[in-house]
């Protein structure tokens, strides 16, 4: 028969390396995939925490690094538009940035299905200026305009024809 202090020393010695990898530092392209997973499933708060995780290890010239940026702000459209607006610009406009026409309509389409009209237009305006022979990205305008619309949202149909899409 085993000992009492003997058991509990031995259950301690193979219980604790599961602890330790556990709760030690993930690599960030550990948190990009533990972000990427919490978005599948909607957990918006954890995703972030993971994103912004590895976002500080990543220097931008890491090929990780624009997919958890993007990570970052779809989790943030959920959590709070207005700063995933302020990201993604930050980010889309920086000199080098490896953000492309997809990545910006991706957003603003992501920002209308939540009726964050005001997010979106802010992003369009910024990204027909930056892009102004994408057809794509003109195109947005017309999806908010028509989701703007159908939600009677007036004061995103005004900021629309201010900018030529009424």
Known sequence: MMRPNLFFALSLALFAPSVSSCGGDATPAENVTAGSTALGKSDWKAARESFDKALASLPATDPAYKRAKLGQIEALIQLEPDKARAEFLAYATAQGSAADSKDWRNVMSKLTAKAKFKEAIAILEVGLKQHPGDGQIKE?????????????????????AGLGYL
Request: no cysteine; glycine share 14%; aromatic share 0%.
């Open 140 to 160: 947005m305008g017309d999806a908010i305009k028509s989701a703007a619309e159908k939600a009677g949202d007036s004061e995103a149909l005004g900021s629309l």
